[in-house]
């Protein structure tokens, strides 16, 4: 039966939850809560919610673990719920361990698990959830900024295999990575009696974070809410802690999430597989409801100031000020005094507009001259009736020009570099005509340097709309020497980028083009050898050695091939335009990669049209945009069966001239909010990768004319598809 039938049968919409932990441990209470209620908010009274407590943190022995696993498969047996939600790594480690307990097509959604216990468990593609991330190091953060003169640390843990001790690798790693500030100390694994103890002794102005207490050293079980209860009230020092549940209990706080909202991203999660989504495309994701929780009265308990505390940290049960309990009655006396004083200053501000106004009519040439000038810009007023050209004292110093000299329209023309003359008349010409324009031009200054100038230009219109032929042309200098050289380097390191991530990508496949060479050699040296043995009888052979020489060159030939390949890949040279046949680019790097295929068992098809469309660019370029996307479709595909690897290369003619060429692969496609930044620089996928290759990969198809774009297949894995002008349009266009 498939799982639509089945949830169509179950018209009760049954969830059930399975909690690792024992009913009395708060967070597993709140968690559930979260999920019962974020359920009823959505579905009303539609949903049966029901919730075993497996107990797997207090009771260890293989056959308790057995009585669970049969106790929950025959009590549901009957009636299977629609979802499972396992709370704790313990549950989810259970129910992969047991699948036959419900039916292994219906979705598992988990909440409580760490993101390394989940990437060691490796759960199938029905299990999706919400990590919990114990954030040590924000809470740490947190006890910083509140005793910043600390010197020692004190992390507490209990002695529980699963939680307690995952908890305490979590600390030992930050605190490995921290710069070396304290003193740390680790109490971990003691009886409860041992570390009450220790916890007397902790120096008053020391740090301590309590993570979790499950089970003591000396076996017994507990509730971590009362151990932060018990290390409080005992403690001479400032206790924090990354639980909400701690909230309360003489805990400072820390950096946490509410187990309530943990419960219902979780149950957002069921909502969606209920609308019709399929585990597999919801990744599991983190609880964005964390946040900085204090407790105002162990704060002021332990004299720690609420001003050092992180912006938009939640402070619980802090008592009301002033303003909070009276804020409607100060407002209203702050409203009456504000209007009485508004009408006094109303009269005051219009006398001093008044005022401003008189001077600002002397000084407002000034104020724009020295504005400008600040800027780097000059201003300038041509003069049609008398030829004269007006400008700036700054626009003088830009250009070079000595104070006796006299600016016309012939003085401005002269000292344009003489390249560049011909779109400056240009640009006068067109001003006539009451076009405004901006253009960037080259001007020698009479010492010979050559700065970049953008011209602004504009000529009024009359009433009409038409050139007033009576008033002058004005506009602005705007030096942009600077910006040029930046665009320059600018370029430059995109070309050094390109070509570090071409030989990136060599890199990789180092072992797969050393094995395509060394075959070819190895054939080589094999006919060499089997030619000299047939020289050396009586009688050669000569047909036979005909062949082993006639072998030796074509070796030699492929060999060079993958050579020159490689010669043209590594190549640092200035960027080519020229006739490229795709259907060839595809071909070769086919056989540059064939190794690699071989080696990732990786079958590749080619779809090659007849028409061998021909486009014009750095052949270089594009074959290195080729195999960056075929290297992505077979990283795409290493979860894959074998069977399943394939890539399909494909050239064709578009509808509207241009040429296309697709990359195929049935690998795990992309989803869609990846899809939305994949071509973000430094944004990947990959645990190893920089998060370049894309972004230039778009780069160089624009910098061709063309697109290229991601889309998720119907029968799975993920299609790229670069758009390209046809050599027909580029001759057009030439």
Same mark, same amino acid.
């Given at each position: ?96 361990? @047991? ?7 219906? +979705? ?46 004190? !992390? ?51 740090? !301590? ?71 597999? =495309? ?5 609880? +964005? ?123 401005? !023309? ?31 200054? +009479? ?67 050393? @094995? ?96 061998? +469309? ?24 290493? =979860? %894959?069966?074998? %069977? ?21 692969? =049935? ?36 910098? @061709? ?30």
């Amino acid at each position: 039966m498939s799982v639509v039938q089945s949830r169509a049968d179950n018209a009760e919409r049954r969830i059930l939850i399975l909690s690792a932990f024992n009913y009395t441990l708060p967070a597993a209470s709140q968690a559930i809560n979260g999920i019962e209620a974020r359920l009823r908010e959505a579905g009303g009274q539609e949903f049966a919610i029901d919730a075993e407590f497996l107990d797997l943190f207090r009771v260890t022995d293989p056959a308790h673990e057995m009585r669970m696993a049969a106790f929950v498969r025959e009590k549901y047996a009957a009636r299977p719920p629609r979802a499972v939600i396992v709370l704790g790594s313990a549950a989810l480690q259970f129910i992969m361990k @047991h699948p036959d307990i419900v039916a292994p097509q219906i +979705p598992v959604v988990f909440a409580g698990v760490s993101p390394a216990t989940y990437a060691n468990l490796r759960p199938p593609s029905n299990v999706t959830g919400v990590f919990f991330e114990l954030n040590f190091e924000r809470t740490l953060e947190l006890a910083k900024r509140l005793q910043p003169s600390a010197k020692r640390l004190f !992390v507490i843990s209990g002695a529980s295999a699963l939680e307690d001790r995952a908890w305490q690798e979590v600390g030992r790693r930050t605190i490995a990575q921290h710069p070396r500030q304290f003193e740390t100390t680790y109490l971990f694994g003691l009886s409860h009696d041992a570390l009450m103890t220790e916890v007397s002794r902790i120096p008053s102005d020391a740090i !301590v974070i309590f993570l979790t207490f499950l089970i003591d050293g000396a076996g017994k079980p507990f509730t971590p809410k009362e151990v932060a209860k018990d290390i409080a009230r005992v403690s001479a020092a400032p206790v924090y802690g990354p639980y909400d549940t701690y909230t309360g209990t003489g805990v400072v706080g820390g950096f946490v999430e509410t187990f309530e909202s943990h419960g219902a991203a979780a149950a957002d999660l069921v909502l969606a597989i209920e609308g019709g989504s399929d585990p597999a =495309s919801l990744p599991p994701r983190l609880n +964005p409801a964390q946040a900085f929780r204090v407790d105002a009265r162990a704060m002021a308990r332990w004299g720690l100031k609420q001003s050092n505390l992180p912006a938009d940290t939640i402070v619980l049960f802090k008592e009301p000020s002033l303003w909070e309990e009276h804020r409607y009655l100060i407002t209203a006396v702050a409203l009456v005094i504000a209007l009485q004083m508004a009408g006094v200053a109303a009269l005051l501000i219009q006398r001093r507009h008044r005022t401003r106004a008189e001077l600002s009519l002397s000084e407002s040439e000034d104020r724009m001259t020295f504005t400008a000038a600040s800027a780097n810009i000059g201003l300038w007023q041509f003069d049609r009736s008398t030829d004269e050209l007006w400008a700036t004292e700054h626009c003088r110093t830009m250009f070079g020009f000595a104070d006796d000299t006299s600016l016309t329209r012939e003085t401005f !023309v002269a000292a344009v570099h003489p390249e560049d003359r011909r779109v400056a008349v240009g640009t006068l010409r067109g001003l006539l005509r009451g076009h405004a324009t901006v253009t960037d031009i080259r001007i020698i200054r +009479p010492d010979g340097q050559i700065r970049w100038f953008r011209i602004r230009a504009r000529a009024p219109l009359d009433s009409n709309g038409s050139p007033d032929q009576l008033s002058g042309i004005f506009g602005i200098f705007v030096d942009i020497t600077d910006q040029k050289a930046a665009e320059s380097e600018a370029d430059l390191q995109r070309q050094e980028i390109t070509h570090l991530m071409r030989v990136s990508t060599l890199g990789e496949l180092s072992g797969a083009i050393a @094995h395509e060479v060394n075959q070819p050699l190895t054939a080589i040296l094999s006919n060499a050898q089997a030619a000299l043995y047939l020289l050396e009888q009586d009688e050669p052979n000569l047909a036979e050695v005909r062949d082993a020489l006639q072998d030796i060159v074509k070796e030699d030939s492929r060999a060079g091939s993958v050579i020159r390949r490689l010669r043209g890949l590594l190549k640092k040279d200035q960027t080519r335009s020229e006739f490229i046949d795709l259907n060839e680019m595809v071909d070769s790097a086919k056989a540059l990669l064939r190794a690699e295929l071989i080696s990732r068992r990786v079958t590749i098809e080619t779809d090659l049209a007849t028409s061998r +469309p021909i486009v014009h660019g750095d052949s270089v370029q594009l074959q290195q945009v080729l195999l960056n996307l075929i290297i992505n479709s077979m990283d795409a595909m290493v =979860s %894959s069966p074998v %069977s399943q690897r394939r890539v399909r290369v494909r050239t064709r003619d578009a509808l509207n001239g241009a040429v296309e060429l697709l990359v195929s692969d =049935s690998g795990c496609g992309i989803s869609n909010v990846d899809g939305k930044r994949l071509f973000t620089p430094f944004y990947t996928t990959k645990d190893h990768g920089l998060g370049l290759g894309l972004t230039i990969c778009s780069s160089i198809i624009r910098k @061709h004319g063309g697109t290229i774009n991601l889309q998720n297949n119907e029968a799975g894995g993920a299609t790229a598809k670069i758009t390209l002008p046809a050599r027909p349009m580029l001759m057009a266009a030439q």
